[in-house]
């Protein structure tokens, strides 16, 4: 038959399968430069995403196994698994999930009906919380150390069977460090540092590439599209290069682009179908804000990489973007926005 035919929209579980698999590039490169925090961090906030969704869904008296199949409490947990330290501790990383699937999920009754991220949700409720924990727990690059730790070292840091995580082992971000050293030296001066390596950020490049890689492949898979993405990227390169042009002052843009969790940010967290704008119109508004508001916390604000926060309150203002780019119904010479008063 040589008619055309209509096919149904992939799953839920499946969209948010291809979405699991587009990560692991960036896993991996997690995994690669930083150690097996990052795994270990997954691994654990999936359990604990699994175990919470299901009580949740018992509580609330409904199929259980319907709804852990759609993947989704997966995919919340593994972008908190991203993006919390490595060495965050298990009560952290426990904190984080609950909340994201029982305060922003459930309590707004649900996939689907869920206002803000839930992830950034989870991750904004710890950072606030325990300033500390969320700060000092990132880990130092593999090539710096004299001993990584390993799967076992790593794994009683964060439980808490093996003492305190030494300092060689962690230390701050490469964007924190820029940011709060500065003003007092010239860049050619604080580039030496090892942890900026030869290129950007030593590891963080080949991370936010690797994410990259896994956003343009849910783009060619017509999981996400691409007004989000580019439109978050082109505000924050903007941004960056109109009031953060001379690196002897502000963080470039290379490093506002290739450093912390920008590309996650651009094609995972952001491009969330529920909480993010719906048309296309209001995506590329969307993500600018996005972009926008990034780069005014990361130049002027207290969190040098401030993800969760931007995303957040570019939620809020999803209703009103939505109300306001709503596209052209057939028939009509002008959009319809909103009820008629």
């Known amino acids: 038959m040589t008619s055309p035919h209509t096919h149904a929209s992939p799953s839920t579980s499946r969209v948010m399968q291809w979405v699991v698999a587009a990560t692991l590039p960036g896993l991996v490169a997690l995994i690669s430069f930083f150690g097996w925090g990052y795994l270990i961090n997954v691994l654990w906030c999936v359990l604990v995403a699994v175990v919470t969704e299901a009580a949740i869904l018992r509580l609330r008296k409904r199929p259980v196994g319907f709804f852990l199949r759609d993947w989704s409490a997966v995919v919340t947990a593994l ?4 993006a919390l330290p490595p060495f965050a501790p298990w009560w952290v990383s ?32 710890v950072l606030i919380s325990f300033p500390v924990a969320m700060t000092t727990n990132w880990a130092t690059p593999l090539e710096l ?70 956003g343009l492949f849910l783009i060619w898979k017509r999981i996400i599209t691409w007004h989000i993405p580019l439109s978050f990227l082109a505000s924050l390169a903007l941004m960056s290069l109109l009031f953060g042009h001379d690196p002897d002052q502000a963080v470039p843009v290379q490093m506002h682009l290739l450093a912390g969790a920008t590309m996650l940010c ?32 990361r130049a002027w604000g207290a969190y040098p990489d401030a993800v969760a926060f931007a995303v957040l309150l570019m939620n809020f203002t999803v209703p009103f973007i939505d109300y306001y780019t709503q596209p052209r119904t057939y028939g009509h010479s002008k959009p319809k926005r909103g009820l008629p008063s």
């Open 145 to 214: 150390l004299d001993s990584p730790p390993g799967f076992i070292a790593t794994l009683g840091h964060i439980f808490g069977f093996a003492g305190t995580v030494p300092d060689a082992f962690t230390g701050a971000t490469p964007l924190d460090i820029y940011k709060n050293e500065i003003r007092a030296e010239l860049a050619t001066t604080l580039r030496e540092q090892p942890v900026f390596g030869d290129f950007v950020a030593l590891g963080w490049e080949w991370v936010n590439l690797a994410f990259l890689g896994g």
């Open 79 to 82: 972008l908190l698994g991203l």
């Open 266 to 297: 651009a094609f995972f967290i952001a491009t969330d179908p529920v909480s993010a704008a719906t048309s296309n119109r209001g995506k590329l508004w969307y993500g600018a804000g996005i972009g926008v508001l990034l780069y005014i916390i």
């Open 94 to 125: 426990l904190i984080a999930v609950v909340s994201a699937i029982v305060v922003a999920k459930h309590l707004y009754g649900g996939l689907g009906s869920n206002t803000f991220n839930p992830a950034m949700v989870g991750y904004a409720v």
